[in-house]
């Protein structure tokens, strides 16, 4: 997600293990790859995950 819009997310293992990138969706869907989803209800881990649409996401 990041790359396509330019912007440095934080990240630390890049395979969604660390959790440093899990980050609060405001609004809309994403899709976690490999079935990977952070601890926290309404996060998404934006080394893991793409978008399903639009969405709004604290960054």
Same mark, same amino acid.
Request: charged fraction near 20%.
């Given at each position: 997600?990041?790359?396509? @819009?330019?912007?440095?997310? #934080? /990240?630390g293992c890049r395979v969604?293990?660390?959790?440093? &990138?899990?980050?609060?969706?405001?609004?809309?869907?994403?899709?976690? @790859?490999?079935?990977?989803? #952070? /601890?926290?209800?309404?996060?998404c881990l934006t080394c893991q &995950?793409?978008?399903?649409?639009?969405?709004?996401?604290?960054?």
């Amino acid at each position: 997600m990041e790359k396509k @819009l330019g912007i440095k997310m #934080p /990240s630390g293992c890049r395979v969604g293990q660390c959790e440093s &990138c899990s980050t609060k969706v405001i609004a809309g869907n994403v899709q976690h @790859l490999n079935g990977v989803e #952070p /601890s926290d209800e309404g996060a998404c881990l934006t080394c893991q &995950c793409i978008p399903a649409g639009d969405i709004t996401i604290d960054a």
